[in-house]
Nanobody, 123 residues
């Protein structure tokens, strides 16, 4: 059973930074493409960033480009999301997911999800 556990969320002022982590267990981490999604109250789950097996191919939501950086450490079975210059509109629950699909922006194609970590940005 593959399990994903996120951490690193919290309350931060606008312009601040947070680093989210997602530890994967029960599977072969390096076999999965990984993604970060977020969901604000009353909204659908939204793609934020994704990374392929080796970390060589990255993809980002337009509004986070230049502010967020996705990375992975296959030796530690861990996915990261460095978030800088946070804005109030970044407030959401952030989820990490694992997939075999090449369509990394589609949440319905992810096989495994974490429980989420809350990020709140105060203005």
């Amino acid at each position: 059973q593959v399990q994903l556990v996120e951490s690193g969320g919290g309350l931060v002022q606008a312009g601040g930074s947070l680093r989210l982590s997602c530890v994967v267990s029960g599977g072969t981490f390096r076999n999965y493409r990984m993604g970060w999604f977020r969901q604000a109250p009353g909204k659908e789950r939204e793609f934020v960033a994704a990374i392929d097996w080796s970390g060589g191919k990255l993809d980002y939501l337009g509004s986070v480009k230049g502010r967020f950086t996705i990375s992975r450490d296959n030796a530690k079975n861990t996915l990261y999301l460095q978030m800088n210059n946070l804005k109030s509109e970044d407030t959401a629950i952030y989820y990490c997911g694992a997939t075999d699909s090449v369509l990394l922006v589609r949440p319905d194609l992810y096989d495994y999800w974490g429980q989420g970590t809350q990020v709140t940005v105060s203005s």
